[in-house]
């Protein structure tokens, strides 16, 4: 019932941002497109939680959930190929970084890298340990699922629903960067009880900022290879320092 009530609970706030920006555009929307990027973030978590609900099994020992984000990699992957018609570049699954300012990507990425290992070195001083099996857990799989999701298929989804508003450093940017950071966030921060008992955990802000660097990087460099290697770094930086 909890996997249940956080998959409406979030799709919803999802739904409420796209909805605001709708209002703010008077309209000047690509109402599909909206609506296809909530459909799949709904479908998306769905698949996440399946083996939570113990509708999957569960054949991965260890204490992460192996199963539900691979197939929220696969459902990614599936719906970017069938929506872009096969163009995966169009929704950065590229290893060029011909995006429109590749360099201030670049210098972004960097500086994340280090503020990432300063952060973790301060805050969390000491090497974690954990069985191989889990480090490689969050080497891979959360960087790569919402990767995919939050700056790849469903970021172009948005953007072609709001269009890029602006640019920074040369980066296009608008609504799209704008929920789908705050989404990331809210899907960190925010907890559901089997009783529709909210919690958010406002101190959390880490989730918040990283999302918005994430997406900078993307939008600068159009692929997702840096975000998914910030990520990825991000998540494992504890174990190697």
């Known amino acids: 019932m909890v996997a249940i009530n956080t998959v409406i609970a979030e799709t919803l706030v999802l739904a409420g941002m796209c909805l605001i920006a ?41 204490r992460y959930n192996w199963e539900g984000k691979l197939l929220g990699v696969i459902l990614v992957l599936l719906v970017g190929w069938l929506v872009f018609r096969g163009d995966l570049r169009s929704w950065g699954l590229t290893l060029s970084q011909r995006g429109p300012a590749p360099a201030a990507g670049f210098i972004v990425a960097g500086l994340t890298a280090l503020a990432m290992a300063a952060f973790m070195y301060l805050y969390f001083p000491g090497v974690k340990s954990e069985p191989a099996l889990d480090v490689a857990y969050q080497m891979t799989m959360p960087s790569l699922d919402e990767e995919f999701l939050y700056r790849g298929v469903m970021l172009v989804m948005l953007e072609r629903a709001f269009r890029p508003t602006f640019r920074l450093f040369g980066a296009p940017l608008g609504f799209a960067a704008l929920i789908t950071t705050l989404q990331f966030y809210a899907t960190h921060a ?52």
């Open 22 to 62: 709708a209002l703010l555009l008077r309209g000047r929307v690509s109402w599909g497109w909206m609506l296809g990027a909530i459909g799949l973030y709904a479908v998306h978590k769905v698949a996440v939680f399946l083996p939570i609900m113990g509708l999957v099994p569960d054949l991965t020992p260890g």
């Open 190 to 241: 925010m907890g559901v009880g089997a009783d529709w008992t909210l919690t958010m955990a406002w101190f959390d802000i880490v989730s918040l900022i990283t999302g918005a660097l994430y997406v900078y990087v993307r939008a600068a460099t159009g692929s997702l290879l840096l975000p998914i290697l910030l990520h990825s770094w991000f998540n494992c930086a504890g174990y190697l320092m």
